[in-house]
């Protein structure tokens, strides 16, 4: 069964660190760019970052860019977000998404099922 | 950074009508659009990906059109598990960015 299990979110306060992972399974991970998205409480959904299947290519939204870093361990099948100085608007549920194979452009078709981040003091 | 415009943002309708959402971009985009479904505490479900491309095991009362600027996913016969919210998303270029969202009501 193809699926991914995002974990790491809670609390943190504002100007905090967390580390979300991102689990992969039943698919050729390596062969495949991910993503992060996130949904702030209530609100649509929003893009949050890129990486392609061999790390060669790393994309961020722009509220997010100097703070977050995206990584992957394809021998580990697992992606990552490091979020650092961490706001309020920071908030949200943040999925994993797989992107498309590579070589290929598409929407994301596979999706975890969140982890909570909340920043607050 | 390319906008998406979604309307209506809300949308009442009944079972077995036929329903349209409208989705904008601030500029081309050509075809590279992807239509997602939302239920309430659930991850998004992938429609339809570039513009028109129905996603494997996706009930063929979903359909979508349009490239360029304009795009339309429309759901031929509208039953009850179809209430929702959907969002458009462009995947021309990063940032990526997503309409905000239709909501599907039952009348």
């Known amino acids: 069964e193809v699926q991914l299990v995002e974990s790491g979110g809670g609390l943190a306060q504002p100007g905090g660190s967390l580390r979300l992972s991102c689990a992969a399974s039943?698919?050729?991970?390596?062969?495949?760019?991910m993503n992060w998205v996130r949904q702030a409480p209530g609100e649509g959904l929003e893009w949050v970052s890129y990486?392609?299947?061999?790390?060669?290519?790393?994309y961020y939204a722009d509220s997010v860019t100097g703070r977050f870093t995206i990584s992957r361990d394809n021998a580990k099948n697992s992606l990552y977000l490091q979020m650092n100085s961490l706001r309020d608007g920071d908030t949200a549920v943040y999925y994993c998404?797989?992107?498309?194979?590579?070589?290929?452009?598409?929407?994301?078709?596979?999706w975890g099922q969140g982890t909570t981040v909340t920043v607050s003091s | 950074d390319i906008q998406m415009t979604q309307s209506p943002s809300t949308l009442s309708a009944s079972v077995g009508d036929r329903v349209a959402i409208t989705c904008r971009a601030s500029?081309?985009?050509?075809?590279?659009l992807a239509w997602y479904q939302q239920k309430p505490g659930k991850a998004p479900k992938l429609l339809i990906y570039?513009?028109?491309s129905l996603e494997s095991g996706v009930p063929s009362r979903f359909s979508g059109s349009g490239s360029g600027t304009e795009f339309t996913l429309t759901i031929s016969s509208l039953q009850p598990d179809d209430f929702a919210s959907y969002y458009c998303?462009?995947?021309?270029?990063?940032?990526?960015?997503f309409g905000q969202g239709t909501k599907v009501e039952i009348k």
């Open positions: 998404a797989r992107g498309a194979v590579a070589g290929h452009r598409g929407g994301m078709d596979v």
């Open positions: 039943g698919f050729p991970f390596s062969s495949y760019s």
């Open positions: 990486i392609s299947s061999s790390s060669t290519s790393i």
């Open positions: 500029q081309s985009i050509s075809s590279w």
């Open positions: 570039k513009a028109s």
């Open positions: 998303q462009q995947y021309n270029s990063y940032p990526w960015t």
